[in-house]
Nanobody, 123 residues
Framework: QVQLVESGGGLVRAGGSLRLSCAASGFTFSSYAMGWFRQAPGKEREFVSA????????YYADSVKGRFAISRDNAKNQVYLQMSSLKPEDTAGYYC????????????????WGQGTQVTVSS
């Protein structure tokens, strides 16, 4: 069965960095674009970043552009989110997901989700 398992979250001070990982299994990883979303308490889940099947194209929300970098390793069935210059407003649960779609920016285009990993940024 399809499984997506995130790791790498934690508590970090503002200005710090974290690297999130998402391990995929149960499907042909290289056949799907992958995305990262986040959800803070009381807020809707929002798009953070996405990467195409080959990794040749990447997309970012304006709020994280220049600070976050998405990448993938199709040989290891992993997708990563390198987060730098973290701000308190980046505090949220971070979720990876897969999409068969060519539109990456809304959660309803994604069919499987991980359980999430918490990122907390202190000021």
């Amino acid at each position: 069965q399809v499984q997506l398992v995130e790791s790498g979250g934690g508590l970090v001070r503002a200005g710090g960095s974290l690297r999130l990982s998402c391990a995929a299994s149960g499907f042909t990883f290289s056949s799907y674009a992958m995305g990262w979303f986040r959800q803070a308490p009381g807020k809707e889940r929002e798009f953070v970043s996405a990467i195409t099947r080959s990794g040749g194209s990447t997309y970012y929300a304006d709020s994280v552009k220049g600070r976050f970098a998405i990448s993938r390793d199709n040989a290891k069935n992993q997708v990563y989110l390198q987060m730098s210059s973290l701000k308190p407003e980046d505090t949220a649960g971070y979720y990876c997901a897969r999409t068969p779609s060519l539109y990456y920016f809304t959660s309803n285009e994604y069919d499987y989700w991980g359980q999430g990993t918490q990122v907390t940024v202190s000021s």
